[in-house]
């Protein structure tokens, strides 16, 4: 699955500061090999080259509910 920019996801990188936190996709961009990677904006900081298995898109509606 491929997100594009202000997909709303979670990050699941066990070496990352921000596992298991939801932030937005910022930027996406693609490798020389075709593969994506994206740079997520978060609270409190962004991660860049998260590559698309590390990630999980969130149901928009969850995300408003959150909100309320």
Do not use: R
Request: charged share 35%.
């Amino acid at each position: 699955m491929s997100f594009e920019e202000d997909d709303t996801v979670v990050l699941h990188d066990e070496h990352s500061e921000y596992d298991g936190q939801t932030g937005t996709i910022t930027q996406v961009m693609e490798s020389m090999f075709g593969d994506a990677n994206y740079t997520i904006s978060f609270e409190d900081g962004q991660e860049s080259g998260v590559p698309e298995d590390s990630l999980e898109l969130v149901d928009e509606d969850e995300v408003e509910d959150d909100e309320e």
